[in-house]
Nanobody, 120 residues
Framework: VQLQASGGGLAQPGGSLRLSCAAS????????MGWFRQAPGKQRELVAD???????NYANSVLGRVFIARDNAKNTVDLQMNSLLPEDTAVYYC???????????????WGKGTQVTVSS
């Protein structure tokens, strides 16, 4: 199983970026999917996650500015980030709880991070 993220980069304050993540490989079910971020010198923190049924959860710091969505048919999860702030600068990690076999418990997988830099 692999999670491949894309869409990071440089944005100006007030700008927007869209991150995408696709799960590939052999699995039978993807439970929740989400995004975490880690800024220099700080712990990794949840940005947003979404259940298989579409229920969402957001960090307080991004409420109203960031929106998560998934496409269950394509096994993808996107993060639309608007009104970006310098404090959104971090490495963003895609994550998903995936069951690879019906006889096994699901486990969490992580993608390689993608850098988001918000600066003028």
């Amino acid at each position: 199983v692999q999670l491949q993220a894309s869409g990071g980069g440089l944005a100006q304050p007030g700008g927007s970026l869209r991150l995408s993540c696709a799960a590939s490989g052999r699995f039978v079910r993807i439970n929740d999917m989400g995004w975490f971020r880690q800024a220099p010198g700080k712990q990794r923190e949840l940005v947003a996650d979404i259940t298989g049924g579409g229920g969402t959860n957001y960090a307080n710091s991004v409420l109203g500015r960031v929106f998560i969505a998934r496409d269950n048919a394509k096994n993808t999860v996107d993060l639309q980030m608007n009104s970006l702030l310098p404090e959104d600068t971090a490495v963003y990690y895609c994550t998903a709880d995936i069951r690879v076999h019906w006889g096994r418990d699901s486990r969490r997988y992580w993608g390689k991070g993608t850098q988001v830099t918000v600066s003028s």
